[in-house]
């Protein structure tokens, strides 16, 4: 429709039809879908649109699914112990909270 047309040209005129749009600063969306399974977009570029009146998100991105069977892998959670010294409820616990990131579930429990 626009094909071609220099961006600065495209904002006026997506503004002259009542078109905001505004990018959105994210490290990761998680999508939680029915099933329970995730749709996981890392490092994603986010559009948040806005015409009359109705919010669109366009969200693009390195997408993976992990499905509602996979949860926590005992090495996980065994990586965690060693690091942290930590009883293995509570580096479960703790890996659940932070969504299976390693890195962010060591620094929590080494606070």
């Known amino acids: ?9 495209m904002q006026a005129v997506m503004k002259q039809m009542g ?16 099933d329970g399974s995730k749709v996981i977009i890392e490092e994603p570029s986010i559009m948040k649109i806005i015409m009359q009146g109705q919010e669109s998100w366009q969200i693009s991105g390195n997408a993976r699914e992990e499905s509602a069977e996979e949860g926590i892998s005992e090495e ?9 010294n930590k009883s293995y409820d509570v580096c479960k ?5 932070h969504e299976g990131d ?10």
């Open 19 to 34: 078109i905001k749009q505004e990018e959105i600063d994210a490290l990761k969306v998680i999508i939680e879908k029915t």
């Open 93 to 97: 616990n703790s890996l659940n909270e």
């Open 102 to 111: 390693l890195a962010r579930c060591i620094l929590a429990l080494s606070e």
């Open 76 to 84: 996980d959670i065994q990586m965690v112990m060693d690091k942290t």
């Open 1 to 9: 429709m626009f094909g071609g047309m220099d961006p600065k040209k």
